[in-house]
């Protein structure tokens, strides 16, 4: 078994780049995880801004107002100078300003209301609108209240108080559907590390013994062509099946009650299939690069391009019909397609449905074994 030792010799000294991408999947993983989760969980709350209020009016109705206001925004006092406040406003101390005149009152019981008061906010910004709504409609409010025979006193507080009412807001799902499983983000995003891992393990040690020199002294071994082929072989299911555990020992670990339900079986058996195109992609790439560090890039090359074009790492109802189009000519657009169907299932009587998922994911297995096989009958015809 010397092949099969030196395999994993060549292996061993690359532990330290195949380590970081472990952890850094298991990392991000992790943090996207929580991320999703605490989003389904965000409610609804106003937003509450700094207002600097001036209050001049000698009647009721402008005490009225700032009390309403200070249930819904901080109050803050406004700087007499022209220059304090352009700068407490610049530094966004304050959001709004608001002005009530002297005859504020006054006017709204003639039924005066617009262009009375006076209100200053940062240019292009939304803080006016928000502001200038609550004042609108309280006053609207207080006008109906005014306009049925009650007292201005009355009707401000009658009109606050119908202003406390909120409604209940409900976020819905994406197709209603309900919120996804910590473990559905864990598989997601399997297909790129499983890329990395491959081609930058597999590919070079693959691309070591495919080096001229040493190729030619094993072709003078006592060992045959087809025994230290077979060691090369044994070499990357051994690898392959390492990664793929290490993966699913950390899924147990990060979501194990996920990994206990149909869909978590299902999963791993759909990341099994994808680790076999992985490993043939590895093949594929390893006919082409010359070193480690084109070996590298490629890598990178084939996991981003996977990933993005097959909606692992973009959602592909964001990616437009021309676009999902072209992601079913990449295999992890079918792995992804099969993450999402498996979410759905209630028993193992539906997993018949993945079938032609799985059967694409092996299509494009045998198709990048057999184009890597062609290239590598080319270089070997032509040296």
């Not at 200070?70 to 220059?83: A, D, R, S, T």
Request: charged content about 20%; some cysteine.
């Amino acid at each position: 078994m010397q092949v099969f030792k030196a395999f994993f010799k060549i292996l061993y000294r690359n532990k330290t780049s195949l380590i970081m991408y472990t952890v850094i999947y298991l990392v991000i993983t992790v943090i996207t995880m929580h991320t999703m989760q605490e989003e389904g969980e965000i409610g609804f709350s106003e937003v509450s801004l700094d207002v600097g209020v001036e209050n001049q009016d000698e009647g009721n109705l402008g005490n009225a107002l700032v009390e309403y206001l200070e249930n819904c925004h901080q109050i803050q006092k406004v700087p007499k100078e022209k220059e304090d406040l352009q700068d407490a406003m610049y530094y966004e101390e304050v959001d709004y300003v608001l002005v009530i005149p002297k005859n504020f009152t006054e006017k709204f019981e003639l039924g005066e209301t617009e262009g009375v008061l006076e209100g200053t906010t940062v240019p292009r910004s939304s803080s006016a609108y928000l502001v200038e709504n609550k004042i609108e409609s309280f006053l609207n409010i207080a006008a109906m209240y005014r306009s049925a025979g009650f007292e201005t006193e009355e009707a401000a507080q009658k009109a606050a108080s119908d202003m406390e009412e909120s409604g209940n807001v409900e976020f819905l799902g994406k197709d209603g559907s309900q919120q996804l499983p910590g473990g559905f983000y864990f598989f997601q995003y399997l297909p790129y590390v499983f890329v990395v891992m491959m081609i930058l393990g597999l590919g070079v040690a693959m691309k070591e013994f495919q080096e001229k020199n040493l190729a030619a002294r094993n072709k003078c071994s006592a060992m045959s062509f087809f025994k230290q082929n077979g060691q090369i072989f044994l070499g990357c299911m051994v690898y392959m099946m390492m990664v793929y555990l290490v993966f699913m020992v950390m899924a147990c670990g990060s979501v194990g009650d996920y990994m206990m339900s149909l869909q978590g079986v299902l999963s791993a058996a759909n990341a099994l299939i994808f680790m076999f195109c992985s490993l043939s992609v590895a093949w594929f790439a390893a006919q082409f690069a010359y070193n480690a560090a084109i070996l590298s890039i490629m890598s990178n090359v084939f996991g981003l391009a996977f990933s993005f074009l097959g909606g692992v790492f973009v959602s592909l109802e964001l990616m437009g019909e021309r676009g999902q189009q072209m992601a079913k000519f990449v295999p992890s657009y079918w792995y992804v397609m099969a993450n999402r169907e498996i979410q759905k299932m209630t028993s193992f009587s539906e997993a018949k449905e993945l079938f032609p998922f799985f059967l694409m994911v092996l299509v494009f297995t045998l198709a990048f074994f057999s184009l890597g096989l062609l290239v590598n009958r080319m270089r070997v015809k032509s040296r």
